[in-house]
């Protein structure tokens, strides 16, 4: 049996609408890939990403930086309550084969940081362009395209 491929889509916790369509969709895209989805499984590009993967029938994965599983967007299949505030990055870096930034502020940053540091591809839309490392895509099919190819 193949295990499934996991894919995290990292971002804020607040964005705008153009922002939240693209992580929804990019979400939607890996599930339909037959991707498991992570994130940190709250609000803003997490839920979004989360709405688009569960819809389209996916599992979503959400490790929380608290230890309160009700935290938890309404759209997270299966809830991992670390306790461990921003040090969950490091798990969410461990837990991913690959990695879809959409936007994102210093909590992204980080976890890009923590996947280059592991040599985990990671996919840039929108977000940081901190070193070579990190590919930049310009749609969120593009994105995941880009992500696909890189875990395969």
């Known amino acids: 049996m193949q295990r499934q491929k996991v894919v995290a889509v990292i971002g804020a916790s607040a964005c705008d609408e153009a922002t939240f369509q693209a992580a929804r969709q990019v979400g939607e895209l890996l599930a339909q890939a037959g991707c498991i989805v992570v994130n940190g499984g709250l609000s803003g590009v997490m839920d979004a990403a989360s709405q688009g993967a569960s819809e389209a029938g996916g599992l979503v994965v959400g490790i ?89």
């Open 64 to 152: 929380l930086p608290s230890a309160d599983p009700a935290d938890a967007n309404s759209f997270v299949s299966v809830v991992v309550p670390t306790g461990m505030g921003d040090a969950r990055n490091a798990i969410i870096a461990n837990t991913a084969e690959g990695f879809v930034a959409v936007a994102g502020a210093l909590g992204t940053l980080s976890e890009i940081a923590f996947a280059v540091k592991r040599n985990k591809p990671v996919v840039s839309l929108g977000s940081w362009e901190v070193c070579p490392e990190v590919h930049q895509a310009a749609t969120p099919r593009e994105a995941v395209d880009w992500i696909l190819g890189a875990v395969s």
